[in-house]
């Protein structure tokens, strides 16, 4: 399925191209000539036909790109290089196939001026080396829903590495160095109260002194 629509992509895409190069390349010839005629240049006059080359651009892009199928870039490859080969065959008949005086919103339309020019048998060259690249050729690899991936997890056992050797023995812990356990209550040790000063004396007065004095010591002042 995916083949069919690569090729109706290939089918749509080569002569949409064709057109937005032709509109985009006349529409930007005749801009510059015209700047080149009045000596002066006003740079939103390309806009538009930059915007066609654009779209032509991102149109065989996603052609030549994308993995989907390579029937659409060999398709549209092979309807592009045609009228170019044709050229070496019978110049005169092939240019006289091609119409010339088609318009587009009011745009002339000269589809000879990208064959002449050899830019259809450039592009068409280019996605016919897209088509070789190996990776086009394979599908991609079909996804796995969430569902699925769960069942795959949970139906695979649960594996048990541990050994008894990992185990610590009894008598492997030192517990020398480890506190004792407690549940954070004060220590119930009572400790030695502070003297307290005599009542009315000032807490920045002199400590009281002894009473008796050793024999043999005299007092300084």
Do not use: C
């Amino acid at each position: 399925m995916r083949h069919l629509w690569s090729f109706l992509a290939g089918l749509v895409v080569a002569p949409v191209t064709w057109v937005l190069v032709t509109l985009g390349q006349d529409g930007s010839t005749r801009t510059v000539h015209r700047w080149v005629e009045i000596g002066t240049y006003s740079t939103p006059n390309l806009i538009e036909p930059a915007v066609y080359l654009g779209a032509a651009g991102i149109l065989l892009g996603l052609l030549g790109t994308l993995r989907v199928s390579p029937l659409g870039p060999l398709v549209a490859g092979l309807l592009l290089v045609t009228p170019y080969i044709g050229m070496f065959l019978a110049p005169f008949t092939v240019r006289g196939w091609i119409p010339d005086d088609w318009k587009v919103l009011g745009d002339p339309l000269p589809l000879r001026q990208p064959v002449e020019n050899g830019t259809v048998f450039l592009i068409g060259l280019l996605l016919l080396v897209a088509v070789l690249s190996a990776q086009r050729w394979r599908q991609w690899p079909a996804a796995t829903s969430p569902a699925e991936a769960e069942l795959t997890a949970a139906d695979k056992p649960v594996e048990n590495n541990f050994s008894l050797s990992d185990w610590p023995s009894t008598g492997a812990r030192d517990d020398r160095g480890t506190a004792p356990l407690t549940l954070g209550y004060p220590d119930p040790t009572p400790t030695e109260p502070l003297p307290r000063r005599a009542t009315g004396e000032s807490p920045w007065s002199a400590p009281p002194r002894a009473a008796t004095r050793p024999e043999g010591t005299t007092e300084i002042r």
